[in-house]
């Protein structure tokens, strides 16, 4: 019954970061081609299915506790059910492992992006360098100004 359960877990789990996996990728694309239409739809989505399998990895990690309890419990099982759930759990740890390089590349361009922007608007308008200062001493954000570009980029 238990090792149903864990078979279950696992299973949903795989489905869930495959699921991430899309969306993320659907992510990038939107990002690197700028189409924001959809892009709040997707952050939703992928926030939804982080929760989901945030509440997975909870139950998953009560009945199968840490990776040595994982192949310690595992171990006692007939060799069948054993190469399933080790399989599966590797599976697990695969896909959470190209997500978060995923997301860490996406980080990586979009830190450059901001930069890049920043450095340009700092060029086409070196007047918005000046810093406002309370009366505390604390820095206030300028009150940004228009700017008119007659070339385009």
Do not use: P
């Given at each position: 019954m238990e090792t149903e359960a864990q078979i279950r877990i696992?299973?949903?789990?795989?489905?869930?970061?495959?699921?991430?996996?899309?969306?993320?990728?659907?992510?990038?694309?939107?990002?690197?081609?700028?189409?924001?239409?959809?892009?709040?739809?997707?952050?939703?989505?992928?926030?939804?299915?982080?929760?989901?399998?945030?509440?997975?990895?909870?139950?998953?990690s009560r009945l199968m506790g840490d990776i040595a309890t994982v192949y310690r419990s595992v171990a006692r099982l007939p060799e069948e059910e054993r190469s399933l759930i080790t399989g599966m759990y590797r599976n697990l740890k695969r896909q959470i492992l190209a997500i978060r390089m995923a997301n860490e590349s996406l980080a990586t361009y979009l830190n450059e992006a901001n930069i890049m922007v920043k450095s340009f608007l700092e060029a086409a308008c070196p007047e918005r360098k000046t810093r406002f200062y309370s009366r505390w001493g604390t820095q206030v954000a300028a009150e940004p100004r228009s700017m008119m570009v007659n070339h385009s980029l």
């Open positions: 696992l299973q949903e789990q795989n489905e869930v970061l495959e699921r991430l996996a899309g969306i993320h990728e659907s992510l990038r694309k939107a990002v690197m081609n700028r189409e924001w239409t959809d892009f709040e739809a997707l952050l939703a989505s992928l926030h939804q299915y982080s929760d989901h399998f945030e509440a997975l990895e909870a139950e998953r």
